[in-house]
């Protein structure tokens, strides 16, 4: 099949899961043709079965805001007519199912049937979606889409409870590609981070307040009083400023690493003991499935989607938003001793491989043949 994958290419949870899949179904035989407005950061090749077009919305006087939906429909119209596309699946509802609904409408005008899937994952839903300056777009748009699915049971929950939907959302989780993971570095550069003595503790997110990084600063403060251990922080966002300055307050300034935003999230992973994930918020958690397929146990809370992936007390624990005292407790559990600690590695990659791309692939694929076909 022809596919067009319109997401998000940079950093963020819904574009990385857009690219893996149009990456994996090119492997499958597809033709996939990635509509945004820059490359996204996981695609690093193109080929003859994968294709990218940039989206360009070039700067206008009277444009007090560029109008890039417009430009991502008009784009769409023209890359479904050169390459004969078949189908087109949006991530991210915002404003991706809205533009994706008027390239259908502008081709069926041509004749041309453009059937549209449209993936919610989460914040789209949850957070800027409900609010009431999209949602009468985002509730129409998602009506509009020929298959919904969500990336987990509690985003299908929320979505029902939020908007008003009329159609049958089917869930397809988040995957990990398990087969292509890198498990071993011969220049592994944990020395880099940590003395061979000290536990490495690991949070990898886009440091916006729902990650809830002064969690992750506190989480890690109490068991370091119990234990010896590194933080390495990697990614950028808006609270890096304020995470500072709480580990200036704390005294941690030695213990704690910003690595920035980083493609090297393997080889971190690979040394990593324990991975936070204190969110307030969390539709599935792709970067604790990630972790987790690298061994990696995780403390989280219990919110959204967390439950289905982070199996409490098989891959790690789960916590109520805010309990710091309760992750630390399970936290210094989980690292007590290597008896344990090889126990919740071995039940985080296990629930993991539940996660490969192998089990989760074809469930689009079955998807994208039932909206194919009249
Ligand atoms: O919140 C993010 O990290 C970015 C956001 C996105 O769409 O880029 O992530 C959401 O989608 C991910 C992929 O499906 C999920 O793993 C994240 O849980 C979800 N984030 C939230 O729900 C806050």
């Excluded at 936290?331 to 996660?355: C, D, Q, V």
Aim: net charge neutral; proline share 4%; glycine share 6%.
């Amino acid at each position: 099949m022809k596919i067009a994958i319109v997401c998000y290419p940079t950093f963020g949870g819904s574009g990385v899961v857009a690219t893996e899949l149009g990456i994996e179904l090119s492997k499958r035989g597809h033709e996939i043709h990635f509509v945004t407005y820059k490359q996204p950061v996981r695609l690093e090749y193109l080929s003859s079965s994968i294709h990218y077009h940039e989206v360009l919305v070039p700067e206008y006087p009277l444009f007090h805001y560029q109008p890039y939906e417009l430009a991502l429909s008009s784009k769409l119209v023209k890359v479904v007519q050169n390459h004969k596309i078949d189908l087109l699946h949006v991530h991210y509802a915002i404003p991706h199912a809205y533009a994706g609904f008027m390239a259908q409408q502008m081709l069926k005008e041509q004749g041309i049937s453009l059937p549209m899937m449209t993936t919610l994952h989460g914040t789209d839903i949850t957070l800027v979606g409900s609010h009431s300056f999209y949602k009468p777009a985002v509730n129409f748009s998602i009506n509009k889409s020929d298959i919904v699915t969500s990336v987990s049971e509690s985003l299908k929950r929320d979505t029902l409870e939020k908007f008003d939907i009329q159609k049958e959302i089917e869930v397809v989780p988040n995957f990990i590609n398990i087969s292509d993971l890198k498990e071993s570095f011969e220049d592994c550069k944990r020395h880099m981070v940590a003395d061979e003595d000290e536990k490495v503790i690991t949070h990898v997110s886009n440091l916006r307040p729902v990650k809830r990084l002064e969690d992750v600063i506190h989480i890690f403060n109490g068991i370091h009083q119990k234990l010896k251990a590194k933080l390495v922080i990697v990614g950028d966002g808006p609270d890096r400023e304020k995470a500072n300055k709480l580990i200036k307050k704390l005294n941690l300034k030695d213990k704690v690493i910003f690595l920035g935003k980083s493609n090297d999230v393997e080889r971190i992973l690979c040394y990593s003991d324990l991975f936070l994930l204190p969110s307030e918020r969390e539709s599935f958690g792709l970067a604790a499935l990630e972790a987790m397929a690298h061994r990696t146990p995780i403390i989280s809370t219990n919110a959204g989607g967390l439950p289905e992936v982070n199996l409490e007390g098989i891959s790690g624990h789960l916590s109520k938003v805010g309990d710091v005292d309760h992750m630390i407790a399970n936290g210094i559990k989980i690292l007590s001793t290597p008896e344990i600690l090889e126990k919740y590695k071995k039940g985080a990659r296990e629930t993991a491989e539940k996660f490969d791309v192998k089990h989760i692939v074809c469930r689009y694929e079955k998807l994208y043949a039932k909206m194919s076909s009249p």
